[in-house]
């Protein structure tokens, strides 16, 4: 039919042309050579945290990666890391080809975090804190820092300052003196973060070169789970899906069982319970001098607090024979519940609630 028309000199019917004409239709893998080991983007809308869209804000399926390279959370989380540094640092580059370099950095064992895999493995319990208003305050009146401050610095041309919350240093101290080791986790940026552990010291030390501080991850490391992903113990046969970027203990330990967060955000937080929240610290008012002598108290004692309840759980740890999670349960969010429910239910005293809470961790609901 088609030799004929030509022979006769009579155009092709437009819908015909139009399909003669038109390109083969792109592939997923064309439009995006990541779409297989990728999780697809969340509408910016749904995204508290970023004004506009992050182009170099990709999230990893991690147990995608953890298959096909034999990499462990650890290294699969670090591939993103990676990829997102080499992304903001040539936004024109072929992501593939960062894709690639940031497998091959991981595989060569360049870990940016610092952590130690052997070092955290063999610990008998694990503490990861979060950083603003957790363990310091960066956001207070300038006005305030230039008198109450624990470092204080010029960064680039403007004057930084940064308040530790009472008792930060004896709780790390106290965890390592226990046999445990510490990690610093912030849901911050980069440059930010890892600027200010340059500047703030323990025994001397910069908090980012500190032997006391077993790995220090920045808002790269923040994972996101499609609900294909099961989470193993808790439920091997539902999917648990991650649509807020969160903080995975999956990364230090694989178990959950040797591992707490410690943290005054519960929105970034999915493993609840593995975690100790805190009231957040607040500087401009802990330093003001017309500060309610009852809410700096309330201040003074919370890290304090932590430490007692770490050292008392790791002495029950020892002396039940338990794992460190379970030893720490009643103190953790979930774990406050059941606690409230076993104390006003059978009269008991806090004591007794933990005891029988250790002794049976189901009476805690495992997650919300």
Same mark, same amino acid.
């Given at each position: 039919?088609?030799?004929?028309?030509?022979?006769?000199?009579?155009?092709?019917? %437009?819908? $015909?042309?139009?399909?003669?004409?038109? #390109?083969?239709?792109?592939?997923?893998?064309?439009? %995006?050579?990541?779409?297989?080991?990728?999780?697809?983007?969340?509408?910016? !809308?749904?995204?508290? @945290?970023?004004?506009? &869209?992050? /182009?170099?804000?990709?999230?990893? *399926?991690?147990?995608?990666?953890?298959? &096909?390279?034999?990499?462990?959370? $650890?290294?699969?989380?670090?591939?993103?890391?990676?990829?997102?540094?080499?992304?903001?640092?040539?936004?024109?580059?072929?992501?593939?080809? $960062?894709?690639?370099?940031? +497998?091959?950095?991981?595989?060569?064992?360049?870990?940016?975090?610092?952590?130690?895999?052997?070092?955290?493995?063999?610990?008998?319990?694990?503490? =990861?804190?979060?950083?603003?208003?957790?363990? @310091?305050?960066?956001?207070?009146?300038?006005?305030?820092?230039?008198?109450?401050?624990?470092?204080?610095?010029?960064?680039?041309?403007?004057?930084?300052? +940064?308040?530790?919350?009472?008792? !930060?240093?004896?709780?790390?101290?106290?965890?390592?003196?226990?046999?445990?080791?510490?990690?610093?986790?912030?849901?911050?940026?980069?440059?930010?973060?890892?600027?200010?552990?340059?500047?703030?010291?323990?025994?001397?030390?910069?908090?980012?070169?500190?032997?006391?501080?077993?790995?220090?991850?920045?808002?790269?490391?923040?994972?996101?789970?499609?609900?294909?992903?099961?989470?193993?113990?808790?439920?091997?046969?539902?999917?648990?899906?991650?649509?807020?970027?969160?903080?995975?203990?999956?990364?230090?330990?694989?178990? $959950?069982?040797? =591992?707490?967060?410690?943290?005054?955000?519960?929105? &970034?937080?999915?493993?609840? *319970?593995?975690?100790?929240?805190?009231?957040?610290?607040?500087? /401009?008012? !802990?330093?003001? #001098?017309?500060? =309610?002598?009852?809410?700096?108290?309330?201040?003074?004692?919370?890290?304090?607090?932590?430490?007692?309840?770490?050292?008392?759980?790791?002495?029950?740890?020892?002396?039940?024979?338990?794992?460190?999670?379970?030893?720490?349960?009643?103190?953790?969010?979930?774990?406050?519940?059941?606690?409230?429910?076993?104390?006003?239910?059978?009269?008991?005293?806090?004591?007794?609630?933990?005891?029988?809470?250790?002794?049976?961790?189901?009476?805690?609901?495992?997650?919300?």
């Amino acid at each position: 039919m088609l030799l004929l028309l030509a022979l006769l000199g009579c155009p092709r019917p %437009d819908a $015909l042309e139009a399909a003669i004409d038109a #390109p083969a239709p792109i592939t997923a893998e064309q439009a %995006d050579p990541l779409s297989d080991v990728s999780l697809p983007d969340l509408p910016l !809308w749904t995204n508290k @945290y970023a004004p506009a &869209r992050d /182009d170099y804000g990709r999230f990893f *399926a991690l147990t995608t990666l953890m298959q &096909r390279y034999s990499f462990s959370r $650890l290294q699969a989380i670090e591939v993103q890391n990676h990829f997102r540094d080499a992304r903001r640092a040539d936004p024109t580059a072929s992501e593939l080809a $960062l894709f690639d370099a940031a +497998v091959a950095k991981v595989k060569a064992g360049d870990l940016e975090s610092g952590a130690n895999a052997e070092r955290l493995a063999a610990a008998p319990f694990i503490v =990861v804190f979060d950083l603003d208003e957790t363990l @310091y305050d960066q956001y207070y009146p300038a006005v305030l820092g230039e008198a109450c401050n624990t470092a204080r610095w010029d960064a680039g041309g403007a004057t930084r300052a +940064v308040q530790m919350a009472p008792g !930060w240093a004896e709780l790390i101290h106290a965890i390592r003196g226990a046999g445990g080791e510490v990690a610093l986790f912030s849901a911050n940026q980069d440059e930010l973060t890892l600027d200010n552990l340059r500047h703030l010291t323990l025994d001397g030390v910069a908090l980012l070169d500190s032997p006391d501080i077993a790995a220090v991850m920045t808002n790269s490391y923040l994972m996101m789970q499609s609900k294909t992903e099961g989470l193993g113990a808790v439920n091997p046969s539902k999917g648990e899906p991650v649509i807020t970027p969160s903080k995975d203990l999956r990364i230090f330990d694989a178990s $959950l069982e040797r =591992v707490i967060l410690v943290d005054d955000n519960p929105t &970034r937080l999915f493993q609840m *319970a593995n975690t100790r929240v805190t009231r957040k610290f607040h500087a /401009d008012a !802990w330093c003001s #001098p017309d500060v =309610v002598p009852a809410q700096r108290a309330a201040f003074d004692s919370t890290l304090p607090t932590v430490q007692r309840e770490v050292l008392e759980s790791v002495e029950a740890m020892k002396a039940g024979a338990i794992p460190f999670q379970q030893a720490f349960l009643p103190y953790t969010d979930l774990g406050q519940r059941a606690m409230a429910a076993l104390m006003t239910g059978n009269t008991w005293d806090a004591p007794t609630a933990r005891a029988a809470l250790r002794a049976n961790p189901g009476l805690a609901d495992s997650k919300y």
